[in-house]
Structure formats: structure tokens, C-alpha cells
């Protein structure tokens, strides 16, 4: 089944999976996670009131207790799982995929990701098989809980002084708009942010040029000092600085660790394999102990957990804390960017002044491959790279990461979507030209580059 990904469970809805299949997933997952007491959120999406109705029935029939929080972001899932002791959770969302698309993230007691090494795998070979596990003798039931209000509180209780700040902020008609006034006040220019499942604004992918249209309109011609965009479910948050220039994800791990390194001197921050050498460069000036990972929600947050770490971030826009129950959350994320640049701006300072010296290497930003021979085109383009010598560093583990000392590569397969995926920075933009272009050479063969 393609809906069984790496992290989570996501696919075209009617066409990947249906409601029986969710309905099979209720029945099936009390006992793959040895859960009786289940919290269940969903986005906006239009046909997520149908699986919640499915999914719901499934876990009562199995005997599970389930608190339904309705409409949610998917960091308040995770809160609420962790908070309150929950043995698990399911969110209902396909977080930036298009309309058409649904999914389901899982958590074990704690938050604790269920990805497809660690649940998934069984589960999808249990709804598989075609049978049932037998029903409850006595069947569970299905309530309905508030829990936004507790969020919001706990959300502003951390909200620092962000007087004289100009923003604007665009929810992508996603669930950050069920919450963001509240948390953010009056003060900001707000764009899509009432819930539309057919997100008729743009898609809810802010990593995506054409999505942060209106936001770098908005900006640029209000005089703003920055926006923020958040993505479908708010798990994810991305900015765009006074000039309308997007501000790569990972260069932002540095900004949102120092309010923890400041207290916790010397802290490890976990950051993927993707991260540019600025940010983990600023991270280690900081002090802290720097740790690469593998990339993914599932992956992140055990190694949060391994670790100890306070904190970590990725490329795709997603940031992680130990505070947070080692989970991610795009609006507390948001908040702490938006502190440190309100204090930047107190010493005169914009946006892209303060990211400069994090932002100091020519990056390509990831590019993606719609490539059948996944594996062949990875063995040229390592081949290709044989040429410069030998790596200072080689990381293996996601993909291949090769370092040398004026530029470096990262090679690695999607987890989630059909592609390779490839990311390149150099100490210049004429080196970057030139190493790119060399390995868009190699790829050309193989497949086609998606824009």
C-alpha cells in the first residue's frame, strides 16, 4: 500500500486508501500500540470528518476510550498526547499535500512518533491481511474535548514582547488560522487564515516559490519587517524576510536555539543531514554540541529523545523541543523567531541583517528528481564526485552528505513523494554555479527535474 509512508500514513483519498481502510486501522491499532485511551485530531480537509467518523468507530469497536478534539493543529495533538497521558493518537491530515490528499500521523504515550519501523510496518500488514481482530466484549466510546483554549494560554504565556513589529502572516487556509489571532493578537496583516479545506488560496506547501505569493506581495509593499507562513497543519513555519527573500528553514535553527543555549550553555541541537555548514558553523559558535540526524518528523524526535537535546530544526521548516515534548511545533517555533527579531529590530537591525552572518554560503536550496533508477542516478552522481578527491567528511546514513572544504552535496531519496532529492552549497556563488551545474549534467539522463 502506498499510503503506509516512513512517518506517517498519507495518500489520495478514494484512491490510496478509502474508509474501510481507516475503519480497519481503528480496529487494528489499540493492539499494535497497546493502547486503551486514544486522542484523535483532524484539520480542515473535506474528507476528514468522514475518516474521524470511520477511524472513531474502529477504536470504540476495539474497546478504546477516545477524546475527539475536533479541529486541530497537529503540535496541539502532540501537547495534548504528551500532557495528558494519552496511549496514543492519531491526527487526521495530509499536512501540506494538496486537497485531494489525507493521511493520519500516530503517537504512542508520550508523543512518541509511530513511523514505519517503528508500528507502521505492522499495521499496515494487519489492515492487510483482511481480517478483523475481534470486537470488544464491552465497545469503548467516543466524546468530544475543548482543548484549544488550554493551548492558546499556554502558547501566549510564551510569547515575548514583539511591540513594534510589522508582520504579516499567512495561514494557507490551513489550521494555524484556528489559533493564530489569538496567540499573535490584532497587530499583524492576517492572510488566508479562516480553514478551507479546498484551499482555494494556494496550496498549503510554503515550500513551495509560488505558495508565498501573497505573503512576499504583502511584505513588499506594506513596508513589513517579515512574514511568516505556515503550512497545512502548522507543524511547519517559513519566513520571508523585509525584502521579500525567503530565509531557508535551517538557517533559523541557530535563531531559535539560542533562547535555550542561553539558559543551557553548552545544550546539544539536533539538525538533518540537509542543514546548510553556516547554520551548524553559527550553532557551534554558540556552544552548542551539534548532532546531524536523519531527516523526517519520526527521525528527529527519537533523536531528540537519544540525545537529550534542547532543540533541533530541518530544512523543511519543521523545529523540535525538549520542552515540547520533543515534538515540533510551527507556532511555538514562530513565536521564538519573531522574539529574536523583535529584539534585532530594538538594536536597528532588519531581518536579513541578522540572518547575514548565519546566510554566509551560496546554497541551491533542495531540488527534486522525478527519477525511476533512483539508485543509478546516486552512483553518478557520486562517481562524478570522485573527481575532486577525497571528502573531508562522508555521512551514509540518509542519502550520502560528502564534504569538502569549499562546497559539499547531499544525495537522498524521498520518504515521502516520488523523487531524489539534491542539495548543494559552496563558499560562493560561482562555485555553487559550477558544482551544480556538473550534477544537474550527471542527473539529465536519468529524469527530469520538477520546478
Known amino acids: 500500500m502506498s499510503f503506509f509512508k516512513a512517518y506517517d500514513m498519507r495518500g489520495v483519498f478514494g484512491t490510496d486508501f478509502d474508509l474501510e481502510t481507516v475503519h480497519r486501522i481503528g480496529r487494528w491499532l489499540p493492539s499494535v500500540l497497546g493502547a486503551r485511551r486514544v486522542l484523535v485530531g483532524r484539520d480542515i480537509r473535506l474528507s476528514s470528518v468522514a475518516m474521524r467518523d470511520a477511524l472513531c468507530r474502529g477504536l470504540a469497536e476495539s474497546g478504546c476510550a477516545v477524546d475527539d478534539m475536533g479541529l486541530a493543529t497537529t503540535p496541539m495533538v502532540y501537547f495534548f498526547t504528551a500532557r495528558e497521558g494519552y496511549d496514543a493518537s492519531v491526527q487526521i491530515t495530509a499536512s501540506h499535500n494538496p486537497p485531494d490528499c489525507n493521511g493520519m500521523k500516530v503517537s504512542r504515550a508520550g508523543a512518541v512518533p509511530v513511523g514505519y519501523d517503528t508500528g507502521l510496518s505492522e499495521l499496515e500488514s494487519r489492515v492487510r491481511s483482511g481480517a478483523l481482530p475481534p470486537a470488544a466484549a464491552a465497545a469503548g466510546r467516543c466524546r468530544a474535548v475543548d482543548c484549544r483554549g488550554a493551548f492558546v494560554r499556554w502558547l501566549r504565556d510564551r510569547r515575548a514582547d514583539l511591540s513594534g513589529l510589522r508582520l504579516a502572516v499567512d495561514c494557507s487556509d490551513g489550521m494555524a488560522g484556528l489559533i493564530i489571532r489569538d496567540v499573535l493578537g490584532e497587530g499583524p496583516v492576517y492572510l488566508n487564515d479562516t480553514p478551507d479545506g479546498t484551499f482555494p488560496h494556494h496550496a498549503p506547501n510554503p515550500l513551495e516559490a509560488g505558495n508565498r505569493r501573497q505573503l512576499v506581495e504583502a511584505v513588499t509593499s506594506q513596508g513589513l519587517d517579515a512574514g511568516v507562513i505556515f503550512d497545512g497543519d502548522a507543524d511547519r513555519v517559513m519566513f520571508v524576510d523585509e525584502k521579500g527573500a525567503f530565509v531557508q528553514p535551517d538557517m533559523l535553527i541557530p535563531v531559535i536555539a539560542r533562547a535555550f543555549l542561553k539558559r543551557e550553555p553548552g545544550a546539544t541541537v539536533i539538525h ?180
Request: hydrophobic share 50%.
Open 272 to 451: 538533518d543531514i540537509r542543514t546548510s555548514r553556516g547554520a551548524i558553523e553559527a550553532l557551534q559558535a554558540d556552544g552548542a554540541k551539534t548532532v546531524m540526524g536523519k531527516v523526517g518528523h519520526a527521525f528527529a524526535k527519537m533523536a531528540l529523545r537519544e540525545t537529550g537535546a534542547v532543540c533541533g530544526g530541518e530544512l523543511a521548516g519543521h523545529y523540535y523541543f525538549r520542552e515540547f515534548f520533543c515534538c515540533d511545533s510551527g507556532e511555538w517555533a514562530a513565536l521564538l523567531v519573531l522574539a529574536a527579531l523583535a529584539e534585532a529590530r530594538r538594536r536597528g537591525l532588519s531581518f536579513s541583517a541578522m540572518m547575514a552572518p548565519i546566510c554566509k554560503y551560496a546554497n541551491s536550496g533542495e531540488m527534486n528528481y522525478r527519477i525511476a533508477d533512483k539508485d543509478g542516478a546516486v552512483a553518478a552522481v557520486l562517481a562524478a564526485a570522485e573527481v575532486f578527491g577525497a571528502p573531508r567528511a562522508r555521512y551514509d546514513f540518509d542519502g550520502v552528505r560528502i564534504e569538502y572544504a569549499a562546497w559539499w552535496l547531499n544525495i537522498r531519496k524521498s520518504n515521502t513523494e516520488p523523487y531524489l532529492r539534491l542539495i548543494v552549497e559552496a563558499c560562493d556563488a560561482g562555485l555553487l554555479a559550477e558544482r551544480q551545474n556538473l550534477l544537474e549534467a550527471v542527473l539529465a539522463p536519468f529524469g527530469v527535474r520538477q520546478a
